[in-house]
């Protein structure tokens, strides 16, 4: 499957962004998807993840109460809503696909990122 995530951009502090990841292939809604971000310098980050059916949702300890991941597999698409976004979130923003979600930074399939910037 192949992975193609977009809506990043610069925004300020307290905004909100949607971020979107499109997958290809008939076996998108088979899989579960998850969202994994990188600051410069830093390493790689679990955000939130979703299973198949989209009836559960995990998140880190600090994107919970802020971001919201859906799915709609009729779209083949996965979402990451981000509201009261802080610096501290900016970052290259990953989607990934595997057989199951979880809090996991290692999955099988990754799009290209996008990036995410918040000013203060």
């Known amino acids: 499957v192949q992975l193609q995530a977009s809506g990043g951009g610069l925004v300020q502090a307290g905004g909100s962004l949607r971020l979107s990841c499109a997958g290809s292939?008939?076996?998108?809604?088979?899989?579960?998807m998850g969202w994994i971000r990188q600051a410069p310098g830093k390493e790689r980050e679990f955000v939130a993840a979703?299973?198949?059916?989209?009836?559960?949702?995990y998140y880190a300890d600090s994107m919970k109460g802020r971001f919201t991941v859906s799915r709609d597999n009729a779209k083949n698409t996965v979402y990451l809503q981000m509201n009261s976004l802080k610096p501290e979130d900016t970052a290259v923003y990953y989607c990934?696909?595997?057989?199951?979600?979880?809090?996991?930074?290692?999955?099988?399939?990754w799009g290209q990122g996008t990036q995410v910037t918040v000013s203060s």
């Open positions: 990934a696909a595997d057989v199951v979600a979880s809090s996991r930074l290692t999955w099988h399939y």
């Open positions: 292939g008939r076996t998108f809604s088979s899989l579960a």
């Open positions: 979703i299973n198949r059916s989209g009836g559960s949702t």
